[in-house]
Nanobody, 121 residues
Framework: QVELVESGGGLVQAGGSLRLSCAASGTIFSINVMGWYRQAPGKQRELVALITNDGNTNYADSVKGRFTISRDNAKNTVDLQMNSLKLEDTAVYYC???????????????WGQGTQVTVSS
């Protein structure tokens, strides 16, 4: 069994900061890409940021320069530092990770349950 658990969401005023964390646990052979997605009410889930196991990153244009993704390979964690938050950043944020549970299994994308981020004016 593999589990991704997010933490760090909450309510913040526009211009403020939040840090999201996600920890992967369970039977894990390897982790490739880890990342964050978000889904606002009435909208489709969208990519926020990705990071590979060797540290390469990719960001949505809407968050470049404001959000920073990082990971700790030893701890199987990925964080998202969110600065200069805007009203439009309000969404449920989901952690995702492409992992192999064993050497014999294929890579599969796992998802966390999501954490709410609400930015107020």
């Amino acid at each position: 069994q593999v589990e991704l658990v997010e933490s760090g969401g909450g309510l913040v005023q526009a211009g403020g900061s939040l840090r999201l964390s996600c920890a992967a646990s369970g039977t894990i052979f390897s982790i490739n890409v880890m990342g964050w997605y978000r889904q606002a009410p009435g909208k489709q889930r969208e990519l926020v940021a990705l990071i590979t196991n060797d540290g390469n990153t990719n960001y949505a244009d809407s968050v470049k320069g404001r959000f920073t993704i990082s990971r700790d390979n030893a701890k199987n964690t990925v964080d998202l530092q969110m600065n200069s938050l805007k009203l439009e950043d309000t969404a449920v944020y989901y952690c995702s990770s492409k992992m192999r549970r064993t050497i014999w299994t294929s890579e599969y994308a796992y998802w966390g349950q999501g954490t709410q981020v609400t930015v107020s004016s």
